[in-house]
């Protein structure tokens, strides 16, 4: 039987986000370049900047994640760079505009 991963979560602007994180995904890939895959995943309720569905599997070498000291700092750090992206920002002004009462 398989090691349950550990779940993870934060809230990042008001989005509650899970993390899943699998540190050696693949003994294959392990024996061949000597590094292990970790297989992240990453699930909210709603819009991320870097997945319009609120969910994203990805992959990366592990020490490229405890590089950052945690996978949630990982995350976190993923996030930052794809919130300076132009379709978030402008995700994010309709979105806010959406949310304020019209008077008239």
Known sequence: MKAQK???TFI????????IYSPDYSKSFKQIT???LAHLQIKADERLPM????YR??????SEVEEYGSPINFVRAWL?????KKGWQTYKREKQQAQQLSLF
């Open 57 to 62: 599997s990805h992959f990366a070498v592990a």
């Open 80 to 84: 930052a760079e794809a919130e300076k």
């Open 51 to 54: 997945t319009e569905t609120g």
């Open 34 to 36: 000597g590094h292990r």
């Open 6 to 8: 550990p779940n993870l």
């Open 12 to 19: 990042w602007e008001d989005i509650n986000i899970q993390v």
